[in-house]
């Protein structure tokens, strides 16, 4: 959900909601507003506060970081849950980012420029369907980050899929460049070869 404009009225002493600015949030405040849940993203200058993840999210994630990084060349680095600054106004934090190695400075490091990134991948949460589908695409690709994963449970047996898109670079826009549902195998941003079926999936 994004951040209510007034203060809650049942809220205990010392508590309140943050009062946006009139014109929003910006990058710099999602990094020094206090008391902030973890996750907090910043898109188009609202705060937006992650709701408890399914299972799902979680082990999915796992599985992806666990093939990515099993073939990562030293040029990259897989990161999880780490916040990318698209703009002034737009701080997401994909689930999992392919960034370029000399990118990542140290323990303490709490962002990524849009340039750093090779990759964003989201998973698809209920509360989250429409970010993760539409908002979240739309500003990686005009940020210029060259490739990008929305991964989902599809049909009744609820089997995991991966869609992969890559960048055109004239019309700053993702096109579809296959479906995965068994093994993830891909040539770019660098070779990729990941069992993602269900089976996979349930050992975690």
Same mark, same amino acid.
């Given at each position: 959900?994004?951040?209510?404009?007034?203060?809650?009225?049942?809220?205990?002493?010392?508590?309140?909601?943050?009062?946006?600015?009139? #014109?929003?949030?910006?990058?710099?405040?999602?990094? &020094?507003?206090? #008391? =902030?849940?973890?996750?907090?993203? !910043? +898109?188009? @200058?609202?705060?937006?506060?992650?709701?408890? /993840?399914?299972?799902?999210?979680?082990? %999915?994630?796992?599985?992806?970081?666990?093939?990515?990084?099993? &073939?990562?060349? *030293?040029?990259? *680095?897989?990161?999880? $849950?780490?916040?990318?600054?698209?703009?002034?106004?737009? @701080?997401?934090?994909?689930?999992?980012?392919?960034?370029?190695?000399?990118?990542?400075?140290?323990? $303490? /490091?709490?962002?990524?420029?849009?340039?750093?990134?090779?990759?964003?991948?989201?998973?698809?949460?209920?509360?989250?369907?429409?970010? #993760?589908?539409?908002?979240?695409?739309? *500003?990686?690709?005009?940020?210029? +980050?060259?490739?990008?994963?929305?991964? $989902? %449970?599809?049909?009744?047996?609820?089997?995991?899929?991966?869609?992969?898109? $890559? =960048?055109?670079?004239? &019309? *700053?826009?993702?096109?579809?460049?296959?479906?995965?549902?068994? /093994?993830?195998?891909?040539?770019?941003?660098?070779? +990729?070869?990941? #069992? +993602?079926? =269900?089976?996979?999936? /349930?050992? !975690?």
């Amino acid at each position: 959900m994004t951040a209510e404009p007034l203060a809650e009225p049942n809220a205990a002493p010392g508590r309140r909601w943050p009062v946006p600015p009139r #014109d929003g949030y910006t990058v710099d405040d999602l990094f &020094t507003l206090p #008391d =902030l849940p973890p996750h907090t993203e !910043l +898109i188009d @200058g609202s705060l937006v506060f992650v709701s408890p /993840q399914r299972d799902f999210h979680s082990t %999915m994630i796992d599985l992806l970081v666990a093939g990515l990084r099993r &073939t990562v060349p *030293k040029a990259f *680095k897989v990161r999880r $849950e780490m916040t990318v600054v698209l703009d002034r106004r737009n @701080g997401p934090e994909p689930d999992l980012s392919v960034v370029h190695a000399e990118a990542v400075t140290g323990l $303490e /490091q709490t962002r990524f420029e849009a340039a750093d990134v090779v990759l964003a991948v989201e998973v698809v949460s209920p509360d989250s369907e429409a970010r #993760d589908r539409d908002t979240k695409p739309h *500003k990686y690709a005009a940020a210029g +980050i060259p490739h990008f994963w929305l991964v $989902e %449970m599809t049909g009744t047996g609820k089997h995991p899929v991966v869609r992969v898109y $890559e =960048l055109d670079p004239v &019309t *700053k826009a993702y096109t579809l460049a296959g479906a995965y549902r068994e /093994q993830l195998k891909v040539g770019d941003p660098f070779d +990729i070869d990941v #069992d +993602i079926s =269900l089976g996979a999936l /349930q050992e !975690l």
